[in-house]
C-alpha cells in the first residue's frame, strides 16, 4: 500500500519561498503523476499543479511563474517550489498520486502539510 508523506510546509513572509516535498514508498513511483492540491477553510480541494511519468507537468494559472513541480525517480519524491507567495498562498497541500494499470486506476493521498504566508 502506498503511502504519501509531505514535508516542508510553515509559516513564511510574503515574497518569501517555500519548498514542500512529497515521498513515496512504492517501485511504480516512476509511472505515477504526481498532483499538488491546497485547500483553505471552507473551500474545495483545488489542483494547482501537476507532472507525470514524462515529467510534463502544468499549473494553474494562480502558481505558474512562481511554483515549480520537480520529480527525483531515484529518490521517489516530488517537490513544489514555491516562490513570491502571498497570504493567499497560504493553505494547507496535499501530494497526490494517481498510478493506472491496465485494468486499474489506483489513488493516494498524503496527509497534509500547513503553509502559512503572513507578516
Known amino acids: 500500500q502506498e503511502q504519501l508523506v509531505e514535508s516542508g510546509g510553515g509559516l513564511v513572509r510574503p515574497g518569501g519561498s517555500l519548498r514542500l516535498s512529497c515521498a513515496a514508498s512504492?517501485?511504480?513511483?516512476?509511472?505515477?503523476?504526481i498532483a499538488w492540491y491546497r485547500q483553505t477553510p471552507g473551500k474545495q480541494r483545488e489542483l494547482i499543479a501537476k507532472?507525470?511519468?514524462?515529467?510534463?507537468?502544468t499549473y494553474v494559472d494562480a502558481v505558474k511563474g512562481r511554483f515549480t513541480i520537480s520529480r527525483d525517480n531515484g529518490k521517489k519524491t516530488v517537490s513544489l517550489e514555491m516562490s513570491s507567495l502571498q497570504p493567499e498562498d497560504s493553505a494547507v497541500y496535499y501530494c497526490?498520486?494517481?498510478?493506472?494499470?491496465?485494468?486499474?486506476?489506483?489513488?493516494?493521498w498524503g496527509q497534509g502539510t500547513q503553509v502559512t504566508v503572513s507578516s
Open positions: 512504492e517501485d511504480a513511483f516512476s509511472y505515477y503523476t
Open positions: 497526490h498520486a494517481t498510478y493506472e494499470t491496465l485494468d486499474r486506476t489506483y489513488t493516494y
Open positions: 507532472i507525470n511519468g514524462f515529467w510534463q507537468s
